[in-house]
């Protein structure tokens, strides 16, 4: 039924959000910061495709405001969902599920904020040291997923199946 995709989707933002953290904190207590950039430029994407492939989905995929590799640039429906997020005087903080009967799919989205850690690579150019910066200009030449503060809305995860 709805409730048992619905608690499939929200799982799989989880797995996400969790492999990702994970393999973060990992390269910045090995490594430093300008090395946790190699693990969103090298494994982000296979993680997110490996995590989409465990849950059967037709999508999964952060969604930035500002974004750093194109691939997470919104598409229509996802610009959509995006505007009407950063229009409202609330951003919702838990995941919210979207039927779309037309397309027969069932959505899940979950907001992104900027936490604390965040802005050692998104913050502000006073936040972001000058080794961290080379290295986002040498992975990410046409980056703009930067200069946010604590608490700022950065995207979102958005996944979707079909309807059963």
């Avoid at 207590?29 to 190699?38: D, E, M, P, Q």
């Avoid at 994407?45 to 037709?58: H, K």
């Avoid at 604390?116 to 150019?125: E, K, N, R």
């Amino acid at each position: 039924g709805l409730d048992d995709s619905s608690a499939e989707l929200i799982g799989a933002i989880s797995t996400l959000e969790s492999r990702l953290g994970s393999r973060l904190k990992e390269a910045v207590s090995n490594g430093g910061f300008a090395s946790a950039l190699k693990v969103c430029s090298v494994e982000a994407m296979p993680v997110t495709s490996q995590v989409r492939a465990e849950f059967d989905l037709i999508d999964l995929k952060r969604v930035g405001t500002r974004v750093r590799n194109p691939f997470n640039s919104p598409n229509g429906w996802e610009a959509d969902v995006l505007e009407n997020i950063m229009e409202s005087d609330k951003v919702e903080k838990e995941v919210k599920i979207v039927v779309d009967p037309l397309n027969k799919k069932l959505h899940a989205v979950k907001p992104i904020f900027v936490k604390p850690l965040c802005t050692q690579c998104h913050g502000t150019a006073e936040s972001v040291s000058k080794e961290v910066a080379l290295k986002l200009k040498e992975l990410y030449p046409l980056d703009r997923a930067t200069g946010y503060s604590v608490g700022e809305l950065r995207g979102f995860f958005h996944v979707s199946r079909k309807l059963k």
